[in-house]
């Protein structure tokens, strides 16, 4: 039975959002574990994160999905903060073969999210993990209203909400929730695939 992990870092509750999605995704495909893992800011102490239960989750598990808010072109400290403490892995290659896949969001349409994704694509590759695309094309180049893609990412999800600073409730885009399912979805196949 295929696991995967979904690890991420949510500030104001979009990111957290798009996590609960591709794991809703994931957990459409027969005999597929799905585990949501965030990352808080409690777990950073004296500037290192530290939660040794988390890291064996990850170390369990098939697959990584990977998600940050993108804050001024990049990934957010807490979640870098988290990168940085798995070098303690990347040393003995514990991830080598993991299937891997990453998803950001941010308050503007490009945001330079596309940093956050060759970040997160990256640190994938240093650990040896093999990373899963998106795989969609936007639907509205198929006359279709759905928002699949609407950003037009391909090496993760995009996500994007207007910027709010009024406290209210974190709320996705009905197409970049929709995306992040069928990411899901591909990703849970794709280990699935990979794992046999």
Known sequence: MPTIAIVYFSGAGHTHLMAEAVAKGASQVDDTTVELLRITGEQIVNGRWQDDGILEKLNQADAIVFGSPTYMGGIAAQFKAFIDAASS????????????????????????????????????????????????????????????????????????????????????????????????????????????
């Open 89 to 196: 892995v990347w040393f003995r290659h514990g991830w080598k073969d993991k299937i891997a896949a990453g998803f950001t969001h941010s308050s503007s349409p490009s945001g330079d999210k596309q940093g956050t994704l060759l970040y997160l694509a990256t640190n994938a590759a240093q650990h040896g993990m093999i990373w899963v695309n998106v795989g969609d094309l936007q639907s509205f180049l198929f006359g279709k209203d759905d928002g699949v893609n609407r950003l037009g990412g391909f090496l993760g999800v995009l996500g994007q909400s207007p910027l709010d600073m009024s406290g209210n409730p974190a709320v996705l885009d009905e197409g970049d929730r929709l995306t992040s399912e069928r990411f899901g979805q591909r990703i849970a196949e794709a280990t699935k695939r990979w794992v046999k």
